[in-house]
């Protein structure tokens, strides 16, 4: 009896130790697509030992600065033009480790059902940082309504425009609320997860949209010194894995796109 007591205490103690062998991985998103692929792989990481905790933020700001501080382990959510406009301005040393999705950036409008149809002296909202608000100016040049001193900055600013035939009036404001400003301005550059959450289909909605060929890949971002661990190793073959590409093809209906 006392044997078979050690020996079922032993098999306890083995299978806890087992069980607390696992991983825990913090990682921030915000909440459309990112937050919902995580959720998506949070079963399948849990089988391989990793204890998935998903932290949703609504701003591009705190999740790389929590990351850079240690209170999370990765976040997903960013473009690495935008990476590298945080880390410069920051004196952060983030890095890339994945892309896993392309969001293509669009323009919206409650007032005018064409682009063409943008009147003279049209106010225009875009994203108020770096990268963000240069994607949104490409976008327009592309469409031909402006001009850039530099035709390929990733960081053009409204300063930086050299021709503005139509005289728009543009507002530069922070990325999130951009959707709730739109029927306040005549056309607003939203990033596709902020659209998103505002039930706009980019694929149907958007006036100007970028093509499957957008260099704004969405990263998982880690630091140094945790981007090679195996925890960080089983996330990334977890967000590449062909269930994602499935779950982004049919759910987001082209508004996301796979970037592997």
Same mark, same amino acid.
């Given at each position: 009896m006392k044997k078979t007591l050690l020996f079922t205490a032993l098999a306890a103690s083995l299978i806890s130790g087992f069980v607390n062998a696992g991983e825990k991985l913090v990682v921030a998103a915000t909440p459309v697509p990112h937050a919902e692929i995580l959720e998506l792989i949070k079963p399948k990481l849990?089988?391989?030992?990793?204890?998935?905790?998903?932290?949703?933020?609504? *701003?591009?700001?705190?999740?790389?600065?929590?990351?850079?501080? &240690?209170? +999370?382990? %990765?976040?997903?959510?960013?473009?690495?033009?935008?990476?590298?406009a945080f880390n410069s301005s920051r004196g952060t040393d983030l890095v890339v480790v994945k892309g896993v999705h392309v969001e293509p950036f669009g323009a919206y409008s409650s007032k005018h059902k064409l682009i063409t149809e943008l009147p003279d002296g049209s106010s225009i909202a875009i994203p108020n940082e770096g990268s963000n608000g240069g994607r949104a100016l490409l976008l327009l040049q592309k469409?031909?309504?402006?001009?850039?001193?530099?035709?390929?900055?990733?960081?053009?600013?409204?300063? *930086?425009?050299?021709?503005?035939?139509?005289?728009?009036?543009? &507002?530069? +404001?922070? %990325?999130?609320?951009?959707?709730?400003v739109l029927d306040q301005v005549?056309?607003?550059?939203?990033?596709?997860?902020?659209?998103?959450e505002a039930k706009l289909n980019p694929a149907q909605d958007a006036l100007l949209i970028e093509d499957g060929n957008s260099p704004y890949v969405n990263f998982l971002v880690a630091r140094p010194d945790n981007q090679n661990s195996p925890a960080i190793q089983k996330l990334t073959d977890a967000l590449t894995s062909p269930e994602v590409k499935t779950f982004i093809e049919q759910r987001y209906s082209g508004a996301v796109l796979p970037a592997f």
């Open positions: 849990a089988e391989e030992g990793v204890d998935l905790e998903i932290k949703v933020f609504t *701003d591009y700001i705190q999740p790389n600065l929590q990351v850079q501080q &240690k209170q +999370l382990d %990765a976040n997903y959510f960013q473009t690495k033009p935008y990476l590298d469409a031909g309504l402006i001009t850039l001193k530099d035709p390929k900055s990733a960081v053009a600013s409204p300063k *930086d425009i050299s021709s503005n035939p139509h005289n728009f009036k543009f &507002k530069e +404001l922070e %990325a999130a609320i951009l959707p709730r005549d056309l607003a550059l939203i990033n596709t997860n902020y659209a998103l």
